[in-house]
């Protein structure tokens, strides 16, 4: 899905600064895989936005991670842009972007008592 056609140069740039916006930083190849698109055009598109400097990047080991750069004069603006973009996007997508696990949940831990947990007034705390 392109809703920003006529604005960003292509698609793959778009999931690009999405992904960056919603999840905070990202690499290459993680991007591409969670949009299941090649990596490579994703890669090109953040090496034309860290060359135009809407996003900076630092080395971690043999992987590029990419962030949207803080000081690019219109970041605000096309964080405006892009939240309203990711508006038109399906539901079930935005759910995806905006949840990140970043580790496996523990063995039998029943998802179903987490989120009852937080229905009753919130989090609940250890030795509860």
């Known amino acids: 899905m392109f809703v920003l056609k006529g604005i960003l140069r292509a698609e793959s740039q778009e999931k690009a ?5 919603l999840r905070g930083a990202g690499y290459g190849k993680a991007i591409a895989e969670f949009y299941g698109i090649p990596t490579n055009p994703v890669q090109k ?3 034309r936005l860290e ?4 996003v900076v990047s630092q080395l971690i ?3 590029r991670n990419y962030e949207l750069n803080p000081r690019y004069p219109f970041m605000e ?3 405006a842009l892009l939240k309203a973009a990711v508006a038109a996007y ?8 905006l949840v990140q696990r ?4 523990q063995a039998g831990k029943p998802l179903v008592a987490v989120r009852e947990a937080e229905g009753k007034g919130g989090k609940k ?3 509860e």
């Not at 399906?90 to 972007?97: A, C, D, H, T, V």
């Open 17 to 21: 600064l999405l992904y960056l916006l």
């Open 51 to 54: 060359e135009d400097g809407v």
């Open 102 to 105: 970043t580790r496996p949940r």
């Open 77 to 79: 603006p096309l964080k």
């Open 61 to 63: 080991g043999k992987v």
């Open 45 to 47: 598109q953040l090496a």
């Open 125 to 127: 705390g250890k030795g």
């Open 90 to 97: 399906p539901p079930e997508l935005r759910n995806r972007l």
